[in-house]
């Protein structure tokens, strides 16, 4: 257990509003990660932080802005959510300097109508 | 670009029989390799990793998987299933570095009686 915990699970939104995600982890991990989750797609990298206040971009960031203001929480934003980020959401972590490896959350399933 | 071909979407085996899910990927040098499983609403589980050495990695549940170089592969295999196993398989590789995780596409695995 990575000690992760991802808020809310489970999210109905309308198109045009904002929405935060929220991940949390107990064990002070150096990076963590967001991924989205589609069908056909496997999982993709958003956007990833390597440390307080430190943060870059993934393989399809466009439309969604971190921050990382505590070690232990990794926001997502999504300024004016569509349709098309309808998607499940999974924060990850690495350990830092045991290995490469990342340990993933139990995921937000987000629905944009 | 670098990516993580899964061939099969959906596999079907009867419990007790042999396993081996697919993966090749493409990278230029060997990347670090890995196998996450995802059970129906849940995160990504770690299964096994490969870095360096000996080419046969033994993972959690029962699972191994081997490191082929020339074949730019690293297929799974598990010689006995349980109906536990049901689930969806992924590969991922990280560039030596690299912050990226790139997964395939998954295989979904249903296991019958």
């Known amino acids: 257990d990575a000690g992760i915990t991802q808020s809310p699970r489970h999210k109905v939104t309308e198109t045009g509003t904002p929405v935060t995600l929220r991940c949390h982890q107990t064990?002070?991990?150096?990076?963590m990660y967001w991924y989205r989750q589609d069908p056909g797609h496997g999982l993709r990298l958003i956007h990833y932080s390597y440390g307080v206040k430190d943060t870059d971009k993934g393989e399809v960031s466009d439309g969604y802005s971190v921050s990382r203001s505590k070690t232990e929480d990794f926001l997502l934003t999504l300024e004016s959510a569509t349709s098309s980020q309808t998607s499940v959401y999974f924060c990850a972590i690495r350990e830092g300097g045991s290995g490469p490896e990342q340990f993933f959350g139990p995921g937000t399933r987000l629905t944009v109508l | 670009a670098q990516s993580v071909t899964q061939p099969d979407i959906h596999i079907t085996v009867s419990e007790g029989a042999s396993l081996e899910l697919r993966c090749n990927y493409s990278y230029g040098a060997t990347p670090y390799l890995f196998w996450y499983v995802q059970s129906p609403g849940q995160g990504l589980q770690l299964l096994l990793k490969?870095?360096?050495?000996?080419?046969l990695v033994q993972g959690i549940k029962g699972f191994e998987a081997e490191f082929k170089r020339s074949q730019s592969s690293f297929n799974l295999r598990k010689p006995s299933v349980h109906w536990s196993d049901a689930a969806e398989y992924f590969c991922?590789?990280?560039?030596?570095?690299?912050?990226?995780?790139?997964f395939g596409t998954g295989t979904r695995l249903t296991v019958i009686p």
């Open positions: 991922a590789v990280l560039q030596t570095g690299a912050n990226n995780l790139f």
């Open positions: 490969y870095f360096s050495g000996d080419t």
């Open positions: 064990e002070n991990h150096r990076y």
